[in-house]
């Protein structure tokens, strides 16, 4: 039986995330540690951009297959807990070392996009939520190490595949 959850939000946000990323110079791509390939949100890069993966949640994963994906994804991938901080040292000096950053983050819904956002910004500017849905328009932030976008989670047109279904 096909099912289809596709909310109109989600088909604005991918309009959002393609013209926010002519301007984006740099994508964080926001995936949950506990299941890392089945939250790599269904989107391409425009070529040229470098994309960062951010695994969020680490607290809430295995930790020895936390490091495993780390080490998989290569030297882009960082594991962050946006609770207690965790992780986000690393992430800024990489940000820091990065000129004029304009960073696109990226991501399925309730993989902690916005947390990782507040987190980064050092308040709370972007609304959370433990439902999927929260952020359904996109806003850029400024940070002292450059410019944020924050997006709506988005997903596949039609899921068809039971275990995608299943998250």
């Known amino acids: 039986m096909r099912r289809s959850w596709y909310p109109g939000h989600i088909a604005k946000g991918r309009e959002l995330i393609k013209e926010a990323s002519k301007y984006a110079n740099l994508v964080l791509m926001v995936l949950d540690a506990r299941a890392p390939l089945s939250t790599i949100p269904p989107w391409e890069p425009p070529e040229g951009k470098e994309v960062w993966k951010v695994l969020t949640k680490i ?10 994906w ?3 994804f290569g030297e882009n991938a960082i594991g962050v807990n946006s609770k207690t901080g965790e992780g986000f040292n ?6 820091a070392s990065f000129p ?3 960073v696109l983050v990226v991501g399925i819904p309730n993989v902690g996009k916005s947390s990782l956002i507040n987190r980064l910004l050092g308040r709370k500017k972007s609304k959370v939520g433990p ?3 929260v ?8 940070a002292d190490w450059g410019l944020l976008f924050d997006t709506p989670g988005i997903l596949e047109p039609k899921l068809t595949e ?3 279904l299943i998250l």
């Not at 690393?90 to 940000?95: E, P």
């Open 90 to 95: 690393k992430l800024f000096r990489k940000l």
């Open 135 to 142: 952020t359904r328009g996109g806003v850029w932030f400024r």
């Open 162 to 164: 039971e275990g995608k």
């Open 100 to 102: 004029r950053a304009k």
């Open 131 to 133: 439902l999927p849905g």
């Open 70 to 72: 780390l080490s998989y």
């Open 59 to 68: 607290d809430l994963a295995d930790e020895e297959a936390t490091r495993e």
